[in-house]
DNA sequence: GTCCAGGGATTCA
DNA sequence: TGAATCCATGGA
């Protein structure tokens, strides 16, 4: 087991790891998390002066693990939006949750398995298809399954493995991925608009999965998703409880908050579950 | 038994 | 354009 340390005065790893953004990281009795990191399975905890990621064999280097946690962000301008807005001040607790640099295709893909589903079910959806239809990496760990074995695998098993009426949605988005190597570096090289355009092309994605997919996994900081928390707590926050739609929800937080409006709505949605506003 | 979950697709006015 | 309805599943 070898291991290191990464400093950093400015990060919450539960926080960056509970807050729905990612779904293939289970943590054990000793707070610690397992999951890959920047495509190596990791152990990591945090630390008072920083975040110790531990490894069986081979770790990732550090800038890929710092990169991972977007752990170079200063997020100081982020801190600023929320503490000068006296309704959003109390997810201040919440300093040091960061935006995950996660892969593209998990991301695009449990984001479909999201759909009027809950994080703990999502987690389990997740371990299920690894389990079932993952590659074996080095300590024999399943990794979350490509494209192409998503795209070989029966819609039934699919729908075995928990997805219900998801399957096909995800059936299709794998097949057309697998023909198309290349159409996620291309939405990546997109500005947000195109990019966005793209993704909603994809069975089973609507306007909140393509902004979390675009989110979490292309990292198009503007975007934001608009799911039923956000729904909720925006209703409450900022629109006396009326009933607002989502377009209009979407279309405020993104033109209230710009690039930040990613980091802000994540702060929003944690800061909603966890009771904070 | 009923409601809810990081909604989307389809139908119908 | 916009509202209503259906869709699997499991925990609360």
């Not at 990060?11 to 293939?24: E, K, P, R």
């Amino acid at each position: 087991m070898t291991s290191y340390l990464i400093s950093s005065k400015d990060f919450n790893l539960d926080a960056t790891l509970d807050s729905g953004q990612v779904f293939g990281f289970r943590k054990d009795s000793d707070g610690a998390y397992e999951g890959e990191v920047a495509g190596v399975w990791t152990r990591v905890h945090a630390d008072k002066s920083g975040l110790v990621v531990e490894g069986e064999e081979g770790l990732p280097d550090r800038e890929a693990v710092s990169r991972y946690f977007d752990l170079a962000r200063d997020l100081s301008s982020v801190y600023a939006v929320i503490a000068e807005d006296e309704r959003l001040r109390p997810a201040l607790a919440l300093k040091g949750l960061r935006l995950i640099r996660q892969d593209a295709w998990e991301a695009l893909a449990c984001f479909i398995i999201s759909a009027n589903n809950n994080v703990k079910r999502i987690r389990g959806i997740w371990k299920n298809l690894s389990d079932r239809l993952g590659e074996a990496g080095p300590a024999g760990r399943k990794r979350f399954p490509s494209p192409p074995r998503l795209a070989s695998a029966h819609e039934r098993l699919l729908r075995e493995l928990g997805l219900g009426y998801r399957a096909p949605f995800l059936s299709r988005t794998a097949l057309y991925v697998s023909k198309n190597p290349g159409c996620l570096d291309h939405i990546r090289a997109c500005g947000y608009e195109e990019a966005k355009a793209r993704v909603l092309a994809f069975p089973g994605i609507g306007e909140k999965v393509a902004d979390c997919a675009l989110l979490y996994g292309f990292q198009k900081y503007e975007a934001f998703p608009v799911d039923v928390w956000i729904l909720r707590a925006m209703r409450k926050l900022y629109f006396r409880n009326r009933s607002v739609s989502e377009d209009r929800i979407r279309a405020y937080g993104q033109k209230k908050w710009g690039v930040q409006a990613g980091y802000v709505q994540q702060y929003v949605f944690h800061g909603a579950r966890t009771g904070l506003l």
